[in-house]
């Protein structure tokens, strides 16, 4: 059990994580924060950059810092931010230490590995409790449970619970435990956990002495990058509730930070399964953590087609190099991309459209007809293309601001926090 002395820092109600891959969009990803303040509803921005990103774009923890902490400056922004070192674990961590207060522990690679039966029974033995009819308010039908079930269960992830207990006493070692906070996520695997999965690994960090504050379940369903939902809608939205419910259990009975709450990963443009996480926040008057990244590069590569001229030109060139090198950009994406070759345009097509034309490609509004997912998820995995082209990409930034901004701004506000927090059809 945590010492109830040491306070994690805090975070509110609902975190928004915003990915900002060249660092040149913080001031208008921040804008939509603004916006959504000013309808009365707080939201704290996190940004989020992973390891893996960083050493694709060639960039630095310090750097995301900065570029928040100047976006905040500018627009005058007075509520709390944060910056997530997504991803981590015991290797790759220390660059972030300095740079970030939102720790996101990754332990997927240690589920499956079989804990001892020594270690299986003490952990049942410990937890008489979660064996038999387990009763959650707000889950209709109680768990019934085998001792055999919870050993099983305990083992399939004790050595996860275990490695986020060791990475996050190597981050409290190393910074002001009420400094940060923790997320622990596992969502980068094979199989969803299931809500009596849920409330196990709970109890067992609750053991570790993990103050988690987010956790990152694999939910049912795909989650593809910078497209819709791909899943049995129903099914999603009962196991939302129903791990909202065993949070809030897991709270009182193992007496975990009483602001803890589900993190989505992968969240941006499921645009699907907004209405029904909507509905189950309100109803279990919980939390929430939603993680983006790419689809803020993507807004770029919009505002770069609408500015027409050199700025659509690049565009093209980027589409043209990504298709080359589709294989090599898809390939460490594989599981979380689904593109049918045969619906990509060919370099000639794109050759011929002009910015308007790019921009409804590209742009995900599922209504329009002109729209192509198979050309978004391409270009949502293409940015090692555009990192490769260094200062000419940035130099085009720089130059079409207005029009990107603009872009980067409403897709995060009307397509993302409003209708996740206020409620409205996309
Ligand atoms: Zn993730």
Redesign the pocket.
Same mark, same amino acid.
């Given at each position: 059990m945590q010492d109830p002395r040491i306070m994690p820092l805090e975070l509110s109600k609902y975190t928004f994580g915003v990915g900002d891959r060249f660092t040149h969009q913080a001031r208008a990803q921040l804008q939509a924060f603004v916006q959504i303040a000013e309808k009365g509803v707080e939201v704290t921005p996190v940004w989020n950059k *992973?390891n893996r990103e960083h050493l694709i774009i060639g960039s630095e923890p310090d750097g995301v810092r900065e570029a928040a902490a100047a976006a905040v400056a500018a627009l005058g922004w007075e509520r709390g931010y944060h910056v997530d070192a997504?991803?981590i674990n015991l290797e790759t961590v220390d660059r972030f230490l300095d740079a970030s207060d939102f720790y996101?522990v990754?332990v997927a690679d240690a589920i499956g590995e079989p804990a001892s039966k020594a270690e299986q029974d003490e952990f049942v033995n410990r937890h008489p409790e979660l064996v038999g009819e387990i009763r959650i308010a707000g889950i209709a039908q109680p768990f019934v449970t085998t001792r055999e079930e919870i050993a099983g269960i305990i083992g399939k992830y004790a050595l996860a619970v275990r490695e986020a207990g060791r990475i996050y006493r190597h981050i409290a070692g190393r910074r002001d435990e009420a400094s940060f906070a923790t997320e622990v *996520?596992m969502?980068?695997t094979d199989q969803p956990q299931t809500p009596p999965e849920l409330l196990v690994i709970l109890a067992a960090l609750a053991d570790e002495g993990v103050p988690l504050q987010t956790i990152?379940p694999k939910f049912t369903g795909r989650f593809n990058k910078g497209v819709d939902y791909v899943g049995d809608l129903a099914q999603f939205e009962q196991e939302f509730r129903d791990d909202l419910a065993v949070i809030a259990h897991a709270v009182q009975e193992y007496a975990l930070p009483g602001n803890l709450k589900l993190s989505v990963?992968?969240g941006s443009d499921k645009f699907s399964i907004y209405a029904p996480i909507r509905r189950a926040l309100q109803d279990f008057d919980a939390g929430l953590h939603l993680?983006t990244a790419g689809t803020t590069w993507l807004e770029e590569l919009i505002g770069l087609a609408e500015a027409g001229g050199s700025g659509l030109e690049l565009a093209k060139e980027i589409y043209r190099e990504a298709l080359i090198h589709r294989e090599a950009l898809c390939g460490p994406y594989a599981t979380v991309i689904d593109i049918d070759l045969a619906k990509l345009p060919t370099a000639e097509d794109v050759a011929a459209w002009d910015g308007e034309r790019f921009a409804a490609a590209l742009r995900h509004q599922p209504s329009d007809p002109r729209y192509n997912a198979d050309l978004r998820q391409l270009l949502h995995v293409g940015f090692k293309i555009a990192a490769n082209l260094g200062e000419r990409y940035l130099a085009a930034l720089r130059e079409h601001e207005e029009v990107i901004a603009k872009n980067v701004t409403s897709n995060l506000y009307e397509r993302h926090l409003k209708p996740l927090f206020i409620g409205n059809a996309i």
């Open positions: *992973s997504d991803h996101t990754d *996520s969502d980068e990152a990963h992968s993680k």
